[in-house]
């Protein structure tokens, strides 16, 4: 069963069925709940039914984080979904590439604590590469912008402020970081506002940030436009879920002075520790050195490795990852038999998603990876690199 | 083409921990990508010409900084530069990406982008040729491929804090060059003098393990082909790699 809860609610067009996600289970009564409540009116919230689906939804995560083998179908909770209709908006906007590894669920997180204040709702405009597997409702938008690729910053900002104007939006959220805060500059000039940046703390009246190299904390009213420093707002408690709406916007085609040439092609596999995206480093585990630079290359990464291995020789010093080399932010870190020591997971804290390739299934490499798999690195490293080289031919 | 007219803006910083003013990191890097354009930029700072952070940049080989305007604090430096850029009528502008004094919004290239109509480009890491109309330059972001943009002219240019680290100074430079003061009003900014402000409280940050994902998945008992697969996958479905090939 599904409970609604209705902002405010809109009077709904005669013969209009609110959306319901079809890849959910229980599609088709989940569908006659949402007319029935709908009939119904507003709903309230059972606090005893929540406290039973917050217990539920612990549960199921433990479970999936601690199992073990091929994806299996665990029950799924009865979700509460909560639609906003004919509200204030706040929009938040996220490149693809996240600046940092929670961005985009941090700024909808902050960007609900002052909808809610203000009883509004959030647009969520995402840009570029869509992930099949992030359900926006989930993560806390009500309504979701997906712009294609644009490398244009000026194009997209340009966007950015139609979209805020179709809504009339009282705020646009960024994140504090790479390209975002950018198109988060460009916006705010293309709206004549005066942004705050990198904030600390939010709410729908004031803005704290930090001048003075941090020795200052400035207190001013929220403006229409700001950036959100990393790590310091709550993601969105994601056992609500939000509408998550897919909105269509027409849009011109916007040019500027600027062309793109394109991607610097040099290969990455000598590319700085701290810029990399990609990353294919080896531990104390690997000892086929020719099959994991083959790899690397095959797969478009950049080498790194432990500390372990630099140290007997194996790759220069500038290639440690670590507390004691680099601290990586790479989009993506993947892991030849490296255990995940301490001083060595520092260094991939900001990395978004890490595969790990481990005999040891207690590692802690394994423990931090979103992909880990149990296998002896010297026959998975030369597999791959022929899959990913075949592919590179066809 | 000719030799280029090249501006670079200065502010001063402030070091974190002794709080002593010294050059901004940032701007040096973009004083850096100057000096590699051009023997002779012009230099531009506004605010106190008595403030030793500037000779720092001196040290480095420019000849002299233009100082302008009388300082006081609260001052809004942005109509004084964009003023006496359109007199200098410039092909590049070269900026850091934020003072690391002040409000550091890293507003002031965006604002005088728009109010001398210059096209501006963010965080670049070296600019490589200059044509007569365009200048090409590379665009860095951490964790990021690093790109190749094209930028009509005149432009301004935003130093990544991955670009070519400042060069070493020289004590001797830094005591010869020049600080040439300009007195002019320096306009005030309202707005921010009426913000609140207090000594900053530590606030420590959210702890996250770095990733909400929860699907997180551990595969054991697959063989090496079949373990190569959902590796390929997952770099894929993440779009890590391309679909095919490139
Ligand atoms: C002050 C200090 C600073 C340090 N700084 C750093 C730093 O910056 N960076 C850093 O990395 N370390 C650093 N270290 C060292 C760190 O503590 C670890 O010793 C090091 O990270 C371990 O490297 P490793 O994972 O490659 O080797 P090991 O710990 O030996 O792990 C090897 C892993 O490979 C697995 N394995 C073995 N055979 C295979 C196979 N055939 N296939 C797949 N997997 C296999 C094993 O199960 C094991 O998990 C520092 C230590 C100190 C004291």
């Known amino acids: 069963m599904m409970r609604i809860h209705r902002q405010r609610r809109a009077p709904s067009a005669p013969g209009t069925v609110p959306r319901v996600d079809p890849r959910k289970h229980e599609a088709d009564t989940r569908a006659d709940a949402v007319e029935r409540s709908g009939a119904s009116g507003l709903l309230r919230r059972d606090p005893r039914k929540d406290k039973d689906q917050r217990l539920r939804r612990e549960l199921h995560t433990a479970r999936a984080t601690s199992r073990i083998g091929q994806n299996t179908h665990l029950p799924v909770a009865p979700q509460r979904i909560v639609l906003a209709d004919d509200v204030s908006w706040i929009v938040v906007v996220s490149l693809s590439e996240e600046p940092w590894p929670d961005a985009e669920r941090e700024l909808l997180g902050a960007a609900h604590r002052v909808a809610d204040e203000i009883g509004g709702g959030v647009i969520m405009v995402r840009v570029g590469f869509q992930d099949p597997a992030t359900d926006l409702g989930q993560i806390g938008a009500d309504r979701a912008v997906l712009l294609p690729l644009m490398t244009d910053p000026d194009a997209l900002a340009a966007h950015v402020v139609a979209v805020t104007e179709h809504f009339n939006a009282r705020h646009v959220f960024f994140g504090e970081g790479g390209a975002d805060a950018d ?8 709206l004549g506002e005066r942004p705050a940046t990198s904030l600390h703390l939010l709410s729908s009246e004031r803005a704290t940030f930090q001048e003075a190299g941090g020795r200052t904390e400035v207190c001013r009213p929220l403006p229409r436009v700001a950036t959100l420093a990393p790590g310091r707002f709550d993601v969105y ?15 011109d085609e916007k040019t500027s002075g600027v062309r793109d040439l394109g991607a610097v092609t040099a290969s990455q596999l000598d590319a700085p520790l701290d810029e990399a995206r990609f990353i294919v480093s080896a531990g104390d585990g690997v000892n086929d050195w020719e099959a994991f630079r083959g790899v690397t290359e095959a797969l478009g990464g950049t080498l790194a490795g432990s500390r372990q291995v630099v140290d007997a020789g194996h790759l220069p010093r500038h290639r440690q990852v670590g507390a004691s080399g680099t601290l990586v932010e790479a989009r993506c870190y993947l892991a030849f038999g490296i255990s995940g020591a301490p001083q060595h997971l520092q260094g991939v804290q900001r990395c978004r998603y890490v595969i790990a390739v481990n005999t040891d299934l207690h590692a802690a490499m394994v423990k931090r990876a979103d992909l880990a798999i149990i296998a002896n690195a010297q026959q998975v490293m030369p597999a791959l690199a022929r899959l990913a080289g075949g592919q590179a031919d066809a | 083409m000719r030799d280029p007219k090249v501006v670079v803006l200065l502010s001063v910083g402030m070091h974190p921990v002794s709080g002593r003013t010294r050059m901004a ?24 010409a008595s403030n030793t952070g500037l000779r720092d940049y001196l040290g480095m080989g420019l000849d002299a900084i233009e100082v302008l305007g009388i300082w006081t604090d609260g001052g809004d430096i942005v109509p004084t530069l964009c003023e006496r850029l359109a007199e200098l009528k410039p092909d590049l502008v070269l900026s850091g990406m934020a003072a690391d004094a002040g409000e550091a919004s890293g ?36 964790g990021a491929t690093r790109r190749r943009l094209a930028v009509q002219l005149p432009a301004v240019i935003s130093a990544s804090e991955l670009a070519p680290a400042p060069r070493a100074r020289a004590f001797a430079r830094s005591r010869r060059g020049t ?26 940050k959210k702890i996250s393990a770095g990733q909400t994902a929860s699907d997180s998945a551990l595969l054991v008992g697959l063989t090496p082909d079949e373990a190569a697969h959902r590796i390929l996958d997952f770099l894929r479905d993440k779009n890590i790699i391309q679909e095919s090939g490139k």
């Open chain 1, 183 to 190: 198109v988060a500059r460009r916006t705010a000039i293309l």
């Open chain 1, 237 to 251: 408690e994601s056992g609500v879920a939000r509408e998550g709406r897919r909105i269509e916007i027409e849009l």
């Open chain 2, 25 to 48: 990191p940032g701007d040096a890097r973009a004083l850096e990508m100057a000096l590699r354009l051009s023997p002779h930029p012009i230099a531009l700072h506004v605010g106190d």
């Open chain 2, 107 to 142: 507003m002031v290239p965006y604002l005088l982008a728009h109010g001398l109509g210059f096209r501006h480009v963010s965080s670049i890491a070296s600019i490589e040729v200059i044509e007569p109309n365009e200048a090409i330059v590379i665009q860095a972001y951490r």
């Open chain 2, 179 to 204: 600080l040439q003061v300009t007195a002019g009003i320096v306009a005030k900014d309202h707005e921010a003098s009426t913000w609140a402000r207090a000594p900053a409280r530590r606030r420590p």
